[in-house]
C-alpha cells in the first residue's frame, strides 16, 4: 500500500486522478476492484492493469459525464453490476437504486446503503457503509457541489443529513478543490483556528502531490463553511455583504453558495 492509499476493513481505496482535478475511486479487496464515478475509461483501465485487477462492479452518484463518461467502455467486455441513481436515466446502469437500497459487493466484502442527496443535481445519490462515504459532488472538503438541477433547499437538507453521520466517516470527496474551497472559507467563516490548521495540512499534502482526501465527516463540521451556515460567525459575514441578516441557516446557505458561484 502507497502513501497515497487508505485502508478501511480489508478494503484499500486508491485515488485515480483524471480529468484536471477529479478523482476516480478503486476499491480494492486482492485482486478484485470496484470503481466509483469513472469519468475516464483509459485512467480505470491503466489503474486496473497496474495492479493487475479484476474489476467487478461499477458505482455512480449521478449523471454528469466527469463521472460517467468511461462506463460504456468498461462494460463493453465485461458482464457487471453498474449501479446508479433510478432516478437518472444513466446509459449502462443495470442496477437502478435508490434510497435505502442496499448495493452489496459480496465479491469485495463490502455493502452500501444508498442515501438520495439532491442538490447538486435532483436525481443524486451517495455511497454509504460503516466507516466510508462517497458522496460524489454533494460534499466536497470546505465546500459543496453548485446547484445544477436540484434547489439550495435540497443540497441544505442533503449536506445536513452527511453532517449527522459519525465524525469518524472517511469521505472520498470526487474533486481536488479542498485549497480554493479553504480559500473561499477563511472569508465565509473568519477566525476558525481549526480551518486554518487543515488549510496548512492540505497546502503540506498538495506541496507533496499527495491528495487533500479523504476528509472525514467531524473534520467537515468544523471547517466547512457550508456545514456552519447556522453558526453566528458565517451568518454575520452574510449580512454585512447582502446587507440582510439570514433568518435560518437555509437563508445563510443559499446565500453563501451564490456567493461562492462567484468567488
Ligand atoms: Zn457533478
Known sequence: ???????????????????????????????????????????????????????????????????????????????????????????????????????????????????EVPGHTASHIAYLAPGLLFPGDTLFSAGCGRLLGGTAAQLHASLRRLADLPGDTAVYCTHEYTLANLAFARVADPGNPERDEWLVECEARRDAGRPTLPTTIARERRVNPFLRTGEPAVMGVIADRTGVRPRDSLECFAALRAWKDVF
Open 1 to 115: 500500500m502507497n502513501d497515497q492509499h487508505s485502508k478501511i476493513g480489508s478494503i484499500e481505496i486508491i485515488p485515480l486522478p483524471a480529468f484536471r482535478d477529479n478523482y476516480l475511486w478503486l476499491l480494492r479487496c486482492g485482486q478484485l476492484a470496484a470503481v466509483v464515478d469513472p469519468g475516464d475509461a483509459a485512467v480505470v483501465e491503466d489503474g486496473l492493469a497496474a495492479q493487475g485487477l479484476d474489476l467487478c462492479a461499477i458505482l455512480l452518484t449521478h449523471h454528469h459525464a466527469d463521472h460517467v463518461g468511461g462506463v460504456t467502455e468498461l462494460i463493453a467486455s465485461r458482464d457487471i453490476p453498474v449501479f446508479g441513481p433510478a432516478a437518472a436515466d444513466i446509459q449502462g446502469v443495470n442496477n437502478p437504486v435508490a434510497e435505502g437500497d442496499e448495493v452489496s459487493l459480496d465479491r469485495l466484502g463490502i455493502r452500501f446503503r444508498v442515501l
